[in-house]
């Protein structure tokens, strides 16, 4: 069975909007990841929080960590139409193997 | 800079039909792993290489067989198609799988089986 689980699973917004997602897992982990996919290609990596990290920034993204909830957020602000992709959560198991997804969120950024 | 290269990028195979997907990386990575993707199921790993002469178990392992044949290949071979493994098949690799292990996927291999 999958670890994540995403939600919305689908989103449009406006162009110049935030854009949020949420992700919930079931297990430890060491790590929780997110990638974007853009139609028809593979995932790209977007940004990693480790389980012992809240909050972490990278650019226009924002990811926030809960792990007495088992619940991460991504938060786009100043969305771009280029933005409109698939975008998954992804965690590590604390062995580090294993690197299980979520269903995804699907964005669409309307200009 | 070629990253994770895969081929075939597209194959159509008859029920009961083998044929081994091919992935190589170039970045000098340790850990390997295949994913298949479906609609509105995210991916689901079926198999992992953690080191060069390793290989384990995903989560959808059956049906498949993969192979580390060096530290830049890893094969996944179906000996005989069935209709419910027509999917979306992603390569990825990772510098230190027991560390961050932060994926580098290949452009994916769509496989319908009839």
């Known amino acids: 069975s999958q670890q994540g689980e995403e939600d919305p699973q689908a989103l449009s917004i406006q162009e110049g909007e935030n854009a949020t997602m949420n992700c919930s897992y079931k297990t430890s982990i060491n790590n929780l990841q997110w990638y974007r996919q853009n139609s028809g290609r593979g995932l790209v990596h977007l940004i990693l929080?480790?389980?012992?990290?809240r909050e972490k920034h990278s650019g226009r993204l924002r990811v926030t960590l809960d792990t007495s909830k088992k619940s991460s957020s991504l938060l786009i602000t100043a969305s771009r139409a280029a933005d409109t992709a698939s975008y998954f959560c992804a965690t590590v198991n604390t062995g580090g193997f294993k690197t299980i997804f979520g269903a995804g969120t699907r964005l669409f950024v309307k200009a | 800079n070629a990253g994770v290269t895969q081929t075939p990028k597209f194959q159509v195979l008859k029920t009961g039909q083998s044929m081994t997907l091919q992935c190589a990386q170039d970045?000098?990575?340790?850990?390997m792993y295949w994913y298949r993707q479906d609609p509105g199921m995210g991916l689901r790993l079926i198999y992992y290489?953690?080191?060069?002469?390793?290989?384990d178990k995903g989560e959808v392992p059956n049906g498949y067989n993969v192979s580390r044949l060096n530290k830049r290949e890893f094969s996944l071979r179906l000996e005989s198609a069935a209709p419910s493994q027509t999917s979306v098949y992603f390569c990825?690799?990772?510098?230190?799988?027991?560390?961050?292990?932060?994926?580098?996927f290949g452009a994916g291999s769509r496989l319908t089986v009839l």
């Open positions: 970045m000098n990575h340790n850990s």
């Open positions: 929080i480790r389980s012992n990290e």
């Open positions: 290489s953690a080191s060069e002469g390793t290989t």
């Open positions: 990825a690799s990772s510098e230190d799988g027991s560390g961050a292990n932060v994926l580098t």
